[in-house]
């Protein structure tokens, strides 16, 4: 009775070559006679190798799938047996197992080393690099967990622009202070650090603490710019448009009418950070002295033609 490959495996006609593969690998185990206590294993092994042995190859299957058995037999090319013959198992042949000595079969711990014999050497190759890798990571973190922080002020200018500038860097444990170039990266928020790998002593890491220089013009509030603009009576009375200097250059801002002192005007997006923070104008107005007669003159017209008294509120207390 001729042997059905595809239920020695136990896959079905449409099994994929993944899945033959790992059912043969299963069987194999099972049914090898150096481990196998089941009084037919011999039989067995040999019907699955000899299934396997076809099945893995795509033309012996292809010719199976289409005689069959009689196939072989009808001189169409195709050796059912693979590794076998009339005679038995023919051990010059190449089957799904090889290396089998005088005994009719190899050792168990044999045929499966040769069986994953390139997975072997490949694992072998990743291994080799997954130890190199991981030597180069183990040493890059004693360098990060010994990294000495040092604290570089940068002025606001370079914080809004993005800047590459040197500093003379006291590194501790060293003599002599190191000039080291450092990118400025823009809208850096305050506090942030900056790491310059293997620039401490030992090689060890450095982290540069952003802290933002002292402006005399300028406070920052988070992301935020805020900026004191000095303005005159008659230009808050009856408006006007200013140029104000900004971290990104000068820019027009209009004065509404009748504005106040501590009055708050926004220019959007001349800030810091990402995304950026504003700029906060707060007017502050500025009286000229009366230093002549006629200035004091004008001020006591303006008194006169405008009845204004700031303080009306104070009346009700």
Request: net charge positive; proline share 5%; aromatic share 8%.
């Amino acid at each position: 009775m001729a042997l059905d490959y595809y239920q020695i495996l136990g896959v079905s006609k449409n099994a994929s070559d993944a899945e033959i593969k790992s059912q043969y690998r299963k069987l194999a185990r099972k049914y090898h006679p150096d481990v196998s206590k089941l009084k037919n294993a011999e039989k067995r092994f040999k019907e699955v190798n000899e299934a396997y042995d076809v099945l893995k190859n795509k033309e012996k299957r292809r010719q199976y799938d289409m005689f069959g058995h009689a196939g072989g037999a009808a001189g169409a090319g195709f050796n059912p047996g693979g590794g076998f013959n009339a005679g038995g198992f023919n051990q010059g042949q190449e089957s799904g197992f090889q290396g089998f000595g005088q005994g009719g079969f190899g050792s168990f711990s044999d045929i499966f080393e040769n069986m994953f014999k390139n997975q072997s050497q490949s694992s072998a190759g990743f291994n080799r690099s997954s130890r190199t890798q991981n030597t180069q990571h183990t040493q890059q973190q004693s360098r990060s967990s010994n990294a000495q922080t040092l604290d570089i002020h940068v002025p606001l200018e370079d914080v809004f622009l993005g800047a590459e500038k040197v500093f003379n860097l006291s590194i501790p444990g060293e003599k002599n202070p190191k000039k080291i170039k450092v990118k400025i990266p823009k809208g850096i928020t305050a506090g942030k650090k900056i790491r310059l790998p293997n620039q401490g002593k030992h090689n060890n890491d450095i982290l540069l603490k952003i802290n933002y220089s002292k402006h005399d013009l300028y406070e920052v509030k988070d992301n935020d710019i805020l900026l004191n603009l000095p303005i005159t009576i008659w230009e808050a009375a009856i408006g006007a448009t200013i140029s104000v200097p900004t971290l990104g250059g000068k820019v027009d801002l209009k004065i509404p009418p009748d504005s106040q002192s501590g009055r708050k005007l926004r220019l959007k997006g001349q800030g810091l950070g990402s995304p950026a923070g504003d700029l906060y104008v707060t007017l502050m107005i500025k009286i000229p002295p009366s230093t002549n007669n006629e200035l004091a003159k004008l001020y006591s017209q303006i008194k006169h033609c405008a009845p204004y008294d700031p303080r009306e509120h104070f009346k009700k207390r």
